[in-house]
């Protein structure tokens, strides 16, 4: 596998990259840590490697490029749209397996015109396969968070349930113990008089006092765990959570869209059909979602052969609306994208910067085509 850290594998990808019109930019292996640990999620903060700076700076290995590719666009203070292109290995912990991949990949960044640049991310992860000699058939899944958000808006679910579905959307197992909590809400958490009353009252001030007051007592405080403020929200939500009383026709029309799944060329009729019967007004996120399939075929893409699956997310938390990803028949997943409009805001960007992009897993191409990647 030394190979596929050698010279010539990487200027055949540089070669691909150029081909399909992106420009090559290095980032740093060691990169600060707070914007995977913000943006990323939980299953990508489980994995990262930790280190620290001499100066106390929390620092990484990058478990991936999306994050440091925006970054150098925001630094660079870029107003025009870039492609950027890219080669390098990634860290993630993994249980079994190694810990170091390769991959290669493209950002589109500040590009506004949505539903080309979409269609043209899948079009490119599709040919960078093909340029790598996949030959095998591959199979392609394409989801859609900003469809989830829509229904998840439309059933006019309470706020904080939203949110956590939304967080939850991509990691099937968390989704379905979601809405089984959502279903049979938790127990209120047992706590003392004095803690209980303020709680019930919602009297956040209270609560704050009592709290200080316990924590003094126990010599917590300031100890560097969570203080009175964020025990008292978490607190507050958890009562709140627990007097929300199911809302079960929503939680069945939810069901009923989360087992949607279609050939992507005859989506958006699914998801029309399902709005109907649901009473939901998905019009904005269906167009988008419509116009998107369009250009996927204009971009030379086979829509028949797309599957579409409503539930079906990635395990990063930054995307925002398109998701996909290309397995080979027995799932092994050779590439993955998606769009992630809100990320550069969150990273630091002046004003809203879209982007969209994918990476491909050149250990695993490699693997299968018996190259060196
Ligand atoms: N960085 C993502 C893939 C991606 C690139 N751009 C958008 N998504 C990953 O490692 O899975």
């Not at 469809?147 to 939850?168: D, E, K, T, Y």
Request: glycine letters at 10%.
């Amino acid at each position: 596998m030394n190979a596929l850290r050698s010279f010539s594998a990487r200027a055949d990808i540089e070669t691909i990259l150029a081909q399909l019109g992106a420009e090559r930019l290095d980032v740093p292996v060691l990169q600060p840590a707070d914007p995977f640990l913000d943006t990323a999620g939980e299953e990508l903060r489980r994995r990262i490697f930790l280190s620290e700076s001499e100066t106390g700076e929390t620092l990484c290995l990058r478990p991936e490029f999306t994050i440091p590719v925006c970054l150098h666009h925001i630094g660079a203070g870029e107003s025009a749209p870039r492609r950027y292109g890219y080669v390098g290995t990634v860290f993630r912990q993994r249980r079994a397996g190694g810990n170091e991949f390769l991959q290669a990949g493209i950002e589109d960044i500040g590009n506004t015109d949505s539903a080309p640049a979409d269609a043209r991310s899948l079009a490119d992860a599709l040919a960078f396969l093909e340029a790598l000699g996949v030959s095998a058939p591959t199979v392609t899944t394409l989801g859609d968070q900003a469809v989830f958000n829509a229904v998840i808006a439309g059933l006019g679910l309470p706020q904080g349930w939203a949110v956590r579905l939304s967080h939850a959307f991509g990691d099937r197992a968390t989704l379905d113990a979601t809405l089984d909590a959502l279903a049979v809400p938790p127990p209120p958490p047992e706590v003392p008089a004095d803690i209980l009353e303020p709680c019930e009252a919602r009297d956040r001030a209270a609560l704050v006092n009592a709290l200080s007051m316990r924590l003094r007592i126990a010599g917590l405080e300031n100890s560097g765990g969570r203080d009175a403020d964020e025990i008292a929200d978490r607190l507050i939500a958890r009562f709140d959570a627990a007097e929300i009383a199911p809302d079960e026709k929503a939680l069945a029309t939810l069901r009923t869209f989360l087992s949607i799944s279609a050939p992507l060329n005859e989506a958006a009729g699914a998801l029309a059909g399902f709005a109907e019967a649901a009473g939901l007004d998905l019009s904005d996120a269906i167009a988008a979602f419509g116009a998107r399939a369009t250009e996927m075929e204009k971009a030379g893409v086979d829509t028949a052969a797309i599957s579409y699956d409503a539930a079906f997310g990635r395990a990063l938390d930054y995307y925002t609306a398109l998701v996909y990803e290309i397995a080979t028949a027995d799932g092994l997943v050779l590439a993955g994208g998606g769009r992630y409009d809100r990320l550069l805001t969150m990273l630091g960007a002046g004003s809203d910067v879209p982007g969209v992009g994918f990476s491909v897993w050149l250990d695993r191409v490699a693997a299968l085509t018996g190259g060196d990647a």
